[in-house]
């Protein structure tokens, strides 16, 4: 299958008209239904889009977008399409269906892409696995045993499975490498305030959360942080403006690198496993190979401080979820409406303070100093994704006793993620390995800016390239 970019050039050529590459991919969904990576079928408006595009004329003259006519997926959170479903994983909001459009989806749209369904989440992306009640479980392409990652699961579970070239996605702790890498496709976290949280919001988790998606090539990430790349009237603040098209920066090489390299975790864990800090090693030394001078370093933080904060934030994010959901009730949700460890949030949350909430912001801005005075002299950190293969089910979405605990679970098995959210870098996951049972190791490169970590990455897909990996049916 074309990646996105290459679609789109199918479709401009007329070579393949939107209409048909829509019900190519309808019928790869509706093969793929086992996997349960999509929960709400928007088929109908996608057959109106793309037949408004292949009769618009707009094909013809270039005016119709960038990625005009290549079918696309929304994840059923931080996507909001106006009129469509959006429950976000949640039983409470089981009936709730959006009233605008996000800021982000509207680019997507203005670059010509056909919307046709919504992926599977956990409540809230709360979970870096995708085990919702409310929708039940997305089943890994690669093996039923092992979770796709989440929140962004059922995008990566699209992708991998080859029903779309790719699909939106959210990461605030990581929920979109840690996808990317349990199902073996690519999946950046752009640098804070990349894009907009317009109309609703100004960010996510005091900036922990980045939106963008989950691909199988690096030009298609490219290509879609072009389209969505900028801020709206109002934003607090805004990333500034790369110095060229993604999509242009990656056909060049970059200048040699100085790369700091870890395969150890940052927080308190079994550690990782061989098979991983291996993958992570033979990356390192592909890059050295390319001319990028690696060495073994990391920053360091505090665990416990960054634990703490990101527990925090999240507590006060799940009570005022809790309101949009009485908003949509008209009544107090009722504990059973919700997953355990989100009630225990919700409950955490309603007895956080103000103090504590100041705190944690600041534990989180003196950490990401910390962080960045710990890569001085270094422009790229190499490290793990995941400190293991992908996790089983049952793992990252149980309630610890709280949500300290619950977040010491997460952090055990992702380690190096989170850091990203917390200091606003960008971070890459790439598949770069395997387990002995043949299942996906990703590799994570974290930067300041996405140039540097396209070109890089854009270098490592061209020497082991894994575009044309599928899993087996």
């Known amino acids: 299958m074309d990646d996105a970019v290459g679609q789109a050039q199918l479709v401009a050529s007329g070579a393949v008209s939107s209409v048909e590459l829509l019900e190519a991919a309808i019928t790869r969904l509706e093969s793929a239904r086992p996997l349960n990576a999509v929960v709400t079928d928007l088929f109908d408006r996608?057959?109106?889009?793309?037949?408004?595009?292949?009769?618009?004329?707009?094909?013809?003259?270039?005016?119709?977008?960038?990625?005009?006519?290549?079918?696309?997926?929304?994840?059923?959170?931080?996507?909001?399409?106006?009129?469509?479903?959006?429950?976000?994983?949640?039983?409470?909001?089981?009936?709730?269906?959006?009233?605008?459009?996000?800021?982000?989806?509207?680019?997507?749209?203005?670059?010509?892409?056909?919307i046709f369904g919504k992926t599977n989440t956990p409540e809230w992306g709360n979970h870096c696995t995708t085990e919702p009640s409310l929708f039940g479980p997305t089943v890994n392409p690669w093996s039923p045993e092992v979770t796709p990652g989440g929140s962004s699961g059922g995008s990566a579970a699209a992708v991998a499975a080859g029903i779309v070239p790719a699909a939106s996605g959210g990461d605030g702790t990581g929920s979109i490498r840690v996808p990317a890498s349990c199902c073996?496709?690519?999946?950046?976290?752009?640098?804070?305030?990349?894009?907009?949280?317009?109309?609703?919001?100004?960010?996510?988790?005091?900036?922990?959360?980045?939106?963008?998606?989950?691909?199988?090539?690096?030009?298609?990430?490219?290509?879609?942080?072009?389209?969505?790349?900028?801020?709206?009237?109002?934003?607090?603040?805004?990333?500034?403006?790369?110095?060229?098209?993604?999509?242009?920066?990656?056909?060049?090489?970059?200048?040699?690198?100085?790369?700091?390299?870890?395969?150890?975790?940052?927080?308190?864990?079994?550690?990782?496993?061989?098979?991983?800090?291996?993958?992570?090693?033979?990356?390192?030394?592909?890059?050295?190979?390319?001319?990028?001078?690696?060495?073994?370093?990391?920053?360091?933080?505090?665990?416990?401080?960054?634990?703490?904060?990101?527990?925090?934030?999240?507590?006060?994010?799940?009570?005022?979820?809790?309101?949009?959901?009485?908003?949509?009730?008209?009544?107090?949700?009722?504990?059973?409406?919700?997953?355990?460890?989100?009630?225990?949030?919700?409950?955490?949350?309603?007895?956080?303070?103000?103090?504590?909430?100041?705190?944690?912001?600041?534990?989180?801005?003196d950490q990401t100093r910390r962080f960045a005075a710990g890569m001085a002299g270094h422009d790229v950190l190499l490290v793990p994704t995941l400190l293991s293969g992908p996790p089983p089910y049952g793992l990252l979405d149980q309630p610890r006793g709280s949500t300290r605990e619950f977040f010491d679970v997460e952090f055990a098995t992702t380690g190096w993620t989170s850091l990203a959210n917390v200091t606003g870098w960008a971070a890459i996951s790439l598949p770069l390995g395997r387990t002995a049972d043949g299942l996906p190791i990703g590799v994570q490169l974290m930067a300041p800016d996405e140039t540097i970590l396209l070109q890089l990455a854009r270098q490592l897909e061209q020497a082991v390239p894994w575009a044309d990996h599928y899993p087996r049916p």
């Open 46 to 114: 996608g057959r109106e889009q793309a037949r408004r595009l292949d009769e618009s004329g707009a094909l013809r003259t270039g005016t119709a977008g960038p990625l005009a006519g290549v079918p696309f997926l929304l994840k059923d959170l931080g996507a909001s399409l106006a009129g469509a479903p959006e429950a976000m994983g949640s039983r409470a909001l089981r009936s709730h269906v959006a009233d605008q459009t996000a800021w982000i989806v509207q680019r997507y749209l203005d670059a010509g892409l056909v």
């Open 184 to 365: 073996g496709v690519v999946g950046l976290k752009p640098r804070r305030a990349r894009t907009s949280f317009a109309p609703s919001g100004g960010h996510g988790l005091e900036g922990l959360v980045n939106e963008h998606a989950l691909t199988r090539t690096v030009r298609d990430c490219a290509a879609l942080l072009d389209a969505v790349t900028g801020s709206a009237p109002g934003d607090p603040y805004s990333a500034p403006r790369p110095a060229q098209p993604f999509l242009d920066a990656i056909a060049q090489a970059p200048a040699a690198q100085r790369i700091a390299i870890a395969v150890d975790s940052p927080f308190p864990g079994p550690g990782t496993d061989p098979q991983v800090a291996a993958a992570v090693e033979a990356t390192g030394a592909l890059l050295a190979g390319l001319g990028h001078h690696v060495e073994p370093s990391a920053p360091s933080i505090d665990p416990d401080v960054v634990a703490d904060a990101v527990a925090v934030l999240h507590r006060v994010s799940n009570v005022q979820l809790h309101e949009l959901a009485a908003a949509h009730l008209g009544r107090p949700p009722r504990e059973d409406e919700f997953e355990p460890s989100t009630w225990m949030m919700i409950r955490e949350g309603f007895a956080t303070t103000g103090l504590a909430y100041a705190e944690a912001i600041a534990a989180v801005h």
